[in-house]
């Protein structure tokens, strides 16, 4: 958990997204709007089905515009975020990350950002 945690725009590229992920070795990252509105998730499977779903059967990746259009955060994410509240015990989020099978259940206010 971070007080200051890594977020992504809904503009940030699949790329940008990866690298994110694997140089902070986060499993997920919130994205927000400007105003600091957290409007999505992106998750580590987000992008593994990403890639499977523009991958047809042979293998062969879909053309490079049509990849690079569908691979920015705002196509990637998860949304609503289902989100912790400040006031919860980690037993209440962790009841709430098992009934609702969340990997990711960020603690949110605009004051993170």
Known sequence: MSRTPRT????????ELAALLLGENLSAVP???????LVGIVSEADLVHRV???SPA?????????TE???????????????ARPDW????????????RLKSCPCWTVRNV
Do not use: I, N, W, Y
Not at 59 to 65: D, E, Q, T, V
């Open 8 to 15: 992504a725009s809904p503009g940030t590229t699949f790329k």
């Open 31 to 37: 994205v927000v709007d400007t105003a600091g509105h």
């Open 52 to 54: 499977s779903a523009l």
């Open 58 to 66: 042979g293998g062969r990746a879909s053309s490079p515009a049509r």
């Open 69 to 83: 259009a569908a691979c920015t955060a705002r196509a990637l994410m998860s949304a609503p975020v289902v989100t």
């Open 89 to 100: 015990s980690l037993q209440e989020t962790g009841r709430t990350m098992e009934r609702m």
